[in-house]
């Protein structure tokens, strides 16, 4: 591969504005470019044993492979799908944690008296609510975007429907966060609840950052 | 037979060429146009976006094999992967009988399998 990297200059073009135009997982889109890269490298040396000069052959390859334009949109679809799996898998692992984070601290202060004003509970009430229901869309896209697919087509609008699911469940991490920070300050229990709201936090970091990511690629135009 | 044409059995042809043992991605393209001896007008990049799409579905299973200095992306039939590619041979069979039953009348059933 090292030789056709120097030589080929068809190739590496190629291969750069594939790897500029596709967004996506960066672990998929590395596998797919290289299994790529490796495809045209393949070509060429089929093409260059029959006879062909290296640059003929470079430019035949990638002539075979097809433009951008009809490889860019069927590529960047598994990446969204893969990101839109990503995010999903994040809220799904997360969003039962922050729930277990309010019944954690709930329960571990039962027998005192709880320290926190009714709106803080409702509060709490309300993020494990919109966390419930992030968590089972989410589990719905997985199941929507594996095996299931084989049988239904995937919406078209379900990456985006599952960057905002991401979007509105980082969110409520985030309130989460100060509202156990706040309640750790007031609470007896208090290191509990500075623990809660450290999870609540990490959690929060990972899913907008997986669900900014899908709404980037949700954007992408694909087939 | 135009790539347009193909794409919609792009599936059913990557499953087939499977279905005697692991390839990876170069020669599966090779197999697709040795099998159709090149008839098939086929876009070669589109196969890498398909293949990672079966295997998603699960109807393919793939590893990293070194082939000599190098090491390459295997793709193998699923149980499911066999399965959906009996699906998909018997489904083009009764396409091609009652096309070719419309094209051709007088020809008896079946003839165009």
Redesign the interface.
Known sequence: MSAISRQAGPIEDYIAALTAALHGPARIKARMIEEIHDGLADTVKAHTREGMAYQRAAHQAVGEFGTLDELVPSCQRELTIAQARHTARAVALTAPLLVACWYLAWTTDHDQPWQLPHTAQLLALCLAGVASVAALLAAATLAATGTLARWLPIPHQLPLAVAWTGTTASVAMAVATLALATASVLATNWPLLAFAGALAAASHAVVAASARACRQCARLPAT | MRADAVRGHLDGLLLAVLEPGPL???AI??AVQHRSRGALEL????I???L??LE????LSSSWQSTGE?R??CYELTD?GRH?LASERTAWSEFTTAIGSVLNPAAPPGFAT
Do not use: C, D
Request: glycine fraction near 14%; charge should be positive; hydrophobic fraction near 25%.
């Open positions: 990876h991605g170069y393209i090779a876009r070669t990049g589109t890498y976006p398909a990672n799409r998603r579905l699960g109807l190098r390459r992306r499911a959906t």
